[in-house]
């Protein structure tokens, strides 16, 4: 069946580099495809839209310079953070629609 | 969008009902009530969602009230795998409408042995 997966699942990095996280759907073609930040204890937090073969749509206060969104085909839709601080440390987890989430994607920025 | 108001958290004894609130008296006529649960360190999974009609499935049943301003989300025999967060979600769109979802803070269900 129709199913969201992220990768890595996990992933440590020094701060100043930029790390790529995927989100790919499997088994049917999303045109479009959202990204979430969650810190400990709180909710998640939409970041952006991603609509493939067009800019993404960034929410307010989210840099778009620094939060890099990419959306080349119907299965994969890409986020690199830029330059890694360990503010950036979180919990990233994609979407597809309202039923399909991928398993997320934990980073540590050192 | 409508906004939902839920309880912090809630406990709930193995083998017995959750019965999860949610409300959102603000609702309007064409938007959905959707749920979602977080367990930790996941993705979250989506359980169900209505419009009008009570709905069930084989995680859940949606309990909506007439005037629709309410609605019950019941797990029928809880288990421990079943703590989590529960997030009540208010939306105009049926489940592959592609338009954004924003998540409130939800309710910590807590299963006990």
């Known amino acids: ?110 | 969008d409508a906004k939902t108001t839920q309880p912090p958290s809630m406990d709930c004894a193995e083998g017995r009902a959750a019965n999860l609130p949610c409300n959102h008296s603000t609702i309007s006529g064409n938007e959905y009530v959707y749920w979602y649960r977080q367990i930790h360190s996941q993705g979250p999974q989506y359980i169900i969602h209505g419009l009008k009609n009570n709905e069930t499935n084989e995680m859940a049943s949606l309990i909506i009230t007439e005037d629709r301003k309410s609605s019950t989300l019941i797990l029928p025999h809880a288990t421990l795998r079943d703590t989590a967060v529960y997030y009540c979600i208010v939306r105009v769109g049926g489940p592959y409408n592609t338009d954004k979802l924003i998540f409130g803070t939800g309710t910590r269900l807590q299963v006990f042995p």
């Open chain 1, 1 to 110: 069946g129709a199913v969201v997966s992220q990768h890595p699942s996990w992933v440590i990095c020094k701060s100043g580099t930029s790390v790529k996280i995927e989100c790919r759907s499997l088994d049917f073609q999303a045109t479009t495809m959202f990204w979430y930040r969650q810190f400990p204890k709180q909710s998640l937090m939409l970041m952006a839209t991603s609509n493939e073969g067009s800019k993404a749509t960034y929410e307010q206060g989210v840099e778009k310079d620094k939060f890099l969104i990419n959306h080349a085909s119907l299965t994969l839709s890409t986020l690199t953070v830029t330059s890694a601080h360990p503010e950036d440390s979180s919990f990233y987890i994609c979407s597809a629609d309202r039923t399909l989430f991928g398993p997320g994607t934990r980073l540590l920025v050192l």
